[in-house]
């Protein structure tokens, strides 16, 4: 079973940078291939349906979704290491959520890391 495991949440002020990891397990056994598997940072605010915010494929070609962190959030990989990051700047109130990186399509979700941007 793949497993992720996130982690580099907290409190940020407005403006300020944070960046999240996740580690993930599993692939192997679960006959995937870490890097051949398009990998994806999600959020989640409570009331609201998990977004897809950010998306990077077996190239190492990243894409955002959503217009509100286009220019702001980039996303990486090791895989290596079979880890993902999200390098958020500039984090905007906004931002606060639950944020979970996964496969893509995605399979089970993590326990995610909350990040919240307040004074």
């Known amino acids: 079973q793949v497993q992720f495991v996130e982690s580099g949440g907290g409190l940020v002020q407005p403006g300020g940078s944070m960046k999240l990891s996740c580690t993930a397990s599993?692939?192997?056994?679960?006959?995937?291939?870490?890097?051949?598997?398009?990998m994806s940072w999600w959020r989640q605010v409570p009331g609201k349906e998990r977004e897809l915010v950010m998306l990077?494929?077996?190239?190492?070609?990243?894409?955002s979704y959503g217009e509100s962190v286009k220019g702001r959030f980039t996303i990486t990989r090791d895989n290596a290491g079979e880890k993902v990051y999200l390098q958020m700047n500039d984090l905007r109130p906004a931002d606060t959520a639950v944020y979970y990186c996964?496969?893509?399509?995605?399979?089970?979700w993590g326990q995610g890391t909350q990040v919240t941007v307040s004074l």
């Open positions: 996964n496969t893509f399509p995605p399979l089970d």
């Open positions: 599993g692939f192997t056994a679960s006959g995937l291939t870490f890097s051949q598997t398009s």
């Open positions: 990077i494929d077996r190239n190492f070609v990243g894409e």
